[in-house]
């Protein structure tokens, strides 16, 4: 588990925009998901030839919730370098995100209204907005 002894912020708490991030990380550890049940934060040390895959808001919004996105972020600590690289999966703008009829019933409302991920990704990213400085931009324009 990670507490405040695990170093600098490298890159904030967030969730991710895109469908799916896949990322490979150097044997340099950094990266901590938080548990959505406990909302503690958990190391993630992926072995020397393994991927991360991260679910983004999108593909949460999609399966109607089914999956959840992955809050993570990056802590830095010790004295040698951290490299990541990222496939960030998003859709071509245009397309529309809607969750499938097949997963929305009574039990399982429609969580988000259909949405153009470009759009989305426009709204979080403009400086001029305050969408960008919520928790979810999802939750923030698509609710």
Same mark, same amino acid.
């Given at each position: 588990m ?8 490298? $890159? ?27 909302g ?30 992955? %809050?993570?972020?990056?802590? $830095?600590?010790? /004295? ?9 999966t998003?859709p ?5 995100i ?5 997963l ?6 429609? $969580? %988000? ?6 759009? $989305?990704?426009?709204?979080?990213? /403009? ?9 979810s ?7």
């Open positions: 990670c507490s405040s002894h695990c170093g600098q912020v490298g $890159l904030g708490a967030h969730t991710d925009l895109d469908l799916v991030t896949i990322l490979y990380q150097n044997e340099v550890n950094g990266l901590g998901v938080q548990s959505s049940s406990t503690e934060w958990i190391d993630c040390i992926p072995s020397k030839d393994s991927f991360i895959v991260i679910i983004g808001e999108s593909l949460h919004a999609w399966l109607n919730g089914r999956l959840k996105a992955t %809050y993570h972020r990056v802590m $830095l600590s010790g /004295d040698k370098p951290r490299y990541s690289v990222g496939l960030f998003v071509k703008a245009g397309y529309m809607k969750a499938p009829e097949e929305v019933d009574e039990a399982h409302p429609m $969580l %988000y209204k259909p949405f153009d991920y470009a759009e $989305l990704y426009s709204m979080r990213f /403009d400086a001029s907005n305050e969408g960008r400085y919520t928790e931009g999802l939750k923030g324009y698509c609710v």
